[in-house]
């Protein structure tokens, strides 16, 4: 493209997935197969993320309900939900003028794996596995949607990936933050570095269904 100086500018960059990569906590990077399967399968992928988000949501309100006396976490919260529930209903928005289901409830296996790996019961760990355990998701998430965004042609879906990818990932940092405020930074790097192992041998099997974490 030429610019009104004369000069010759790049197109702008969609988003590189080794750069974003590179700055999230993962271990695994998925497959490009994988994105070429969800962008072949866009109705099952939209009916999957619109749950995710859902889910999401209703998590992070959760946590205001385990921690009342934590005001930063309640308002943190409450305003992460609220900004999941705007996702939901994009996703949903889509869904609707296609004509394509919207998704119930249904397994996923590796959020349910994650989550059984919280402390219960040892504070202030639990809370930390709660914060960490939701930084994952929204990192993973940021990471999947990136990928997806590689591949995927449809202007409406490429719209709302570049839209949520960087919101999941400015997340994936609030919940970390978070994290860190009750317990000093190494002994939380070291807590974190067990997730991050964790979720990437569960990442190690999975990118073979078109959903958000399949
Ligand atoms: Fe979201
Ligand atoms: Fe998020």
């Known amino acids: 493209m030429r610019r009104s100086d004369g000069k010759v500018s790049e197109p702008a960059d969609p988003i590189g997935f080794d750069a974003v990569f590179a700055e999230l906590p993962l271990l695994h990077p998925t497959p490009r197969s994988w994105a070429e399967l969800a962008a072949a399968r866009l109705p099952e992928f939209l009916a999957d993320h619109a749950v995710c988000e859902q889910q999401v949501a209703m998590y992070a309100l959760s946590l205001a309900g385990y921690y009342p006396e934590d005001a930063e976490l309640v308002e943190r919260s409450a305003a992460l939900a609220a900004e999941e529930v705007q996702h939901f209903r994009r996703v949903v928005a889509i869904l609707r003028r296609r004509g394509w289901p919207l998704g119930g409830r249904r397994k996923n296996p590796w959020a349910q794996s ?101």
């Open 114 to 214: 994650l989550r059984a790996r919280i402390v219960l019961g040892r504070e202030p760990w639990t809370k930390i596995d709660r914060l960490l355990f939701g930084a994952m998701i929204e990192a993973r998430s940021c990471e999947r949607f990136t990928r997806l965004l590689e591949v995927v042609e449809d202007p409406e879906v490429v719209n709302l990936l570049a839209d949520l990818g960087p919101a999941e990932r400015r997340h994936w940092k609030l919940f970390y933050r978070l994290a860190g405020r009750d317990v000093d930074e190494q002994a939380l790097a070291v807590r974190f570095q067990g997730w991050r192992e964790f979720e990437a041998d569960l990442a190690r099997g999975l990118g073979t269904s078109p959903a958000v974490h399949g």
